[in-house]
């Protein structure tokens, strides 16, 4: 399948386009801890500058709930961003209003600007459409935009603003890193050399939870760590203490485990996890049977922060017998030390796959670095999980679609 591509839009020297980018960095103390999808970034945005454009950046930073909060400021990525590309970038701090238009209008050939969050904007992620174009048209009037570049390839699994209406609005285009991404991600779902295996795990249960349905007639086998694990526990009867826990879809989870069965498809479960007595690097924790999780000295209390050794080890064998793997959403709270090793072991284990092996998701691909990998070690380290992981059960993303793909 194709998607419309820079060279489409035609010549783009004098004009101001707007590039949706995924600029979603974790961040601790203002700091960025992972500028990869920043450096992700570079490409297109390089080769806007270099045609001439007028190049207005717009982008999301975690889930502020349509107003703005000083935790989820853009304005550490301007910084970032400007070290990377060698060049000055003007920060507005605000989307449709006088800072935006002032940043655009200043702009010179080349020359870029960055937006604040667009999530400070409730019709960014509106499920009404006429406010979320009533935002984008506000947007394309505010910096007075000729085309719209869609780069975000995290965001392409969302129906929002600044990744749909926008590209309704305007002229516009995949960028490169859309295109790479599609390239490689095209590989794992229409030839999968098998087995093939898909490692789940993070903390955005609801949403890969919904993923699964869809992928298993597509793989051989699945293995579930991270915060969805517990779901998957308590469908089969054992209490989870107060770990992240989606009462609400135990019997979807259990449906899963049926429909893995009649498929001849192996869901591979912890068999063992680590309990911590609270949330912290300075937590009492210990290794306990999946089945126990309540009978360790925390009691009901304990919260299941990762996956344990014996599974690790699990996981990396079926890792390491498999020609393909796609994994996203750490085994457990990595940033943590205590609760990184399930995380460490199956990073390792990707980097020894005989085939392919990809990484998806802003903290997936952190962790990795965060551990000590290098990219290069991996077959592929995709900007997104979510999207990915959409993609890979074949759903038509509204991102791409509008894009022509
Ligand atoms: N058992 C767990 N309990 C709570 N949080 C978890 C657990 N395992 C992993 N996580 C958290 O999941 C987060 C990443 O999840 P997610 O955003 O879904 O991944 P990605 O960005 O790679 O798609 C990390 O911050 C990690 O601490
Ligand atoms: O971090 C992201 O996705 P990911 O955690 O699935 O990789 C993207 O920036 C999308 O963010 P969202 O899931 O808040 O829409």
Not at 11 to 30: E, F, M, Y
Not at 33 to 61: C, F, K, N, W, Y
Request: with cysteine; glycine share 12%.
């Amino acid at each position: 399948m194709t998607i419309r591509t820079l060279d489409s839009l035609g010549s783009l020297a004098g004009k101001t386009v707007i590039i949706r980018c995924d600029l979603n960095v974790p961040l601790k103390d203002g700091i960025i801890t992972d500028d990869g999808r920043v450096r992700a970034s570079l490409p297109t945005l390089q080769a806007l500058a270099a045609q001439g454009a007028r190049v207005v950046i717009v982008s999301h930073l975690g889930r502020p709930e349509g107003k703005p909060e000083a935790k989820y400021s853009l304005a550490p990525v301007a910084e970032r961003l400007s070290e990377l590309l060698g060049a000055p970038v003007a920060f507005a701090t605000d989307t449709v209003g006088e800072s935006a238009a002032a940043a655009a209008s200043d702009l010179s050939d080349g020359g870029f600007a960055l937006l604040e969050n667009l999530r400070f904007n409730a019709g960014e992620t509106s499920k009404d459409a006429d406010a979320r174009r009533t935002f984008a048209e506000q947007l394309i009037s505010a910096v007075s935009a000729d085309a719209f570049v869609s780069d975000g390839f995290g965001v392409v699994h969302r129906k929002q603003a600044s990744v749909f209406e926008l590209a309704e609005l305007l002229p516009s285009a995949a960028g490169l890193l859309i295109e790479s991404e599609l390239h490689v991600l095209d590989q794992l779902t229409e030839t999968p050399t098998r087995p093939y295996a898909v490692v789940l795990g993070g903390s955005k249960v609801s949403d890969k939870l919904g993923v699964i349905g869809h992928l298993l007639p597509k793989v051989d086998t699945l293995l579930i760590g991270g915060g969805m694990l517990f779901t998957f526990l308590a469908a089969q009867g054992f209490q989870v203490g107060a770990s992240l826990l989606e009462k609400d879809q135990i019997e979807t989870v259990k449906g899963y485990l049926a429909k893995a069965k009649e498929l001849g498809v192996t869901i591979v479960l912890p068999t063992d996890v680590v309990v911590a007595s609270k949330f912290g690097a300075d937590a009492e924790h210990t290794v306990t049977s999946a089945e126990t999780i309540e009978e360790t000295p925390f009691g009901a209390s304990g919260l299941g922060l990762d996956i344990g050794p014996d599974t690790s080890a699990a996981f990396a064998a079926v890792i390491e017998a498999s020609h393909t793997v796609f994994w996203n959403g750490p085994m457990g709270v990595f940033e943590l030390a205590p609760f990184a090793e399930g995380t460490r072991a199956v990073a390792a284990a990707l980097t020894r796959v005989d085939g392919l092996g990809v990484v998806g998701g802003g903290d997936s691909a952190a962790a990795v670095r965060a551990l000590g990998f290098t990219d290069d070690q991996f077959g592929h380290i995709s900007t997104g999980g979510g999207a990915s992981l959409e993609f890979l059960e074949g759903k038509r993303l509204p991102g791409l679609e509008v894009l022509g793909w």
